[in-house]
């Protein structure tokens, strides 16, 4: 037969279990969460990657343009006798 303190340690244990159960149960719902925003956060920053890599070739057609502009101004004052300084 069991004694009271058998029983104790019954009631215990199986409270332990079930805070467990409760604490696992919490964590799923905490990594579900993480999940939704670390989900998120990659799509931010596929979006923001993406938009760099415009932004850069943006810059390069930029670039080139305004060598292309430099070197035409300096073909016309060579043409008309100016000289240009920085």
């Known amino acids: 037969m069991l004694e009271d303190k058998d ?8 409270s ?6 409760s ?7 905490r990594l579900d969460r993480i999940e939704v925003t ?4 990659v799509t931010a920053v596929d979006g ?3 938009r760099v890599e415009m932004l850069n070739q943006e ?3 930029l670039k080139e343009r305004d060598s292309r502009y430099e070197r035409w101004f300096k073909e016309i004052a060579d043409k ?3 000289t240009l300084t920085p």
Request: no cysteine.
């Open 38 to 41: 670390v989900v998120g956060l």
């Open 48 to 50: 923001l990657v993406s």
């Open 59 to 61: 810059y390069l057609v």
């Open 23 to 29: 604490d696992i149960h919490e964590i799923t719902e």
């Open 16 to 21: 332990e279990v079930f805070a467990t159960k």
């Open 7 to 14: 029983i104790e340690k019954l009631v215990t244990r199986f």
């Open 80 to 82: 008309v006798g100016v």
